[in-house]
């Protein structure tokens, strides 16, 4: 599986947008990007996928670059309960080495 | 029911101690997994069972001993842990098999074990 790179920690002020990055740059073709939050004491809990095309759903959104080499995970309007760590994930679905392998992820506070 | 059950919340063990943790889904889901997670660390892949079937072992101890009685049940026993074995224990299912499918994991809040 591609390793991610991401920031170990953030802020952001409640009410705007999170933006976390992750970078990819060697991700092979057939694999995915998904992003998974873990808030404290708590299993990790799946957000949002793609492939190559920007994607939404009702928690977030996910923006992957043209070139797929990295891609931003976008909370549009952060409440204090976003505070978590957010694990960008490399994944080669529809393989035969298809696992879901985490990294040390970005610890995001959302501050009032 | 959207959700993966693991029991006990909380367990502590002697190191001679033999014990088993217990994970449930009724989601119909095809494929489950056990994950152990470090304070501070991510989550570390251990067990995947495809369709009641153990497909991956991540070279995991032998005194963890993995065990999927149906598809909706998935067993971890326990027997002679080391105090450096205390961690919590998240138990994850996929409605796809790994490599059939693109849905996401569902996990457990875990078992917080410690060895004593």
């Known amino acids: 599986d591609a390793k991610t790179t991401q920031p170990p920690s953030m802020d952001c002020a409640e009410g705007r947008a999170a933006n976390l990055p992750c970078n990819h740059s060697t991700i092979s073709g057939n694999e995915y990007v998904y992003w998974y939050r873990q808030i404290h004491s708590q299993g990790p809990q799946y957000i949002i996928h793609?492939?190559?095309n920007n994607e939404t759903n009702e928690m977030a959104s996910l923006i992957i670059t043209e070139d797929r080499k990295s891609s931003t995970l976008i909370l549009p309007h952060a409440t204090l309960r976003d505070t978590a760590v957010y694990y960008c994930?490399?994944?080669?679905?529809?393989?035969?080495?298809?696992?879901?392998?985490f990294g040390p992820g970005t610890s995001l506070s959302v501050i009032p | 029911d959207t959700e993966v059950t693991q029991t006990p919340k909380h367990l502590v063990m002697g190191m001679t101690n033999k014990k088993s943790l217990k994970c449930e889904q009724h989601m119909g889901h095809r494929a489950m997994y056990w994950y152990k997670q470090k304070a501070k660390k991510p989550p570390e892949l251990m067990f995947v069972?495809?369709?009641?079937?153990?497909?991956i072992n991540e070279s995991v101890p032998s005194r963890f001993s993995p065990e999927c009685p149906n598809s909706s049940l998935l067993n971890l026993h326990l027997h002679a842990l080391q105090p450096e074995d205390s961690a919590l224990y998240l138990c994850a299912s996929s409605l796809d098999a790994p490599g059939q499918g693109t849905h996401g994991y569902t996990f457990g809040s875990g078992t917080r074990l410690t060895v004593v």
């Open positions: 994930i490399v994944r080669a679905t529809k393989t035969s080495y298809d696992k879901v392998i």
């Open positions: 793609g492939l190559k």
């Open positions: 069972y495809s369709y009641e079937k153990l497909s």
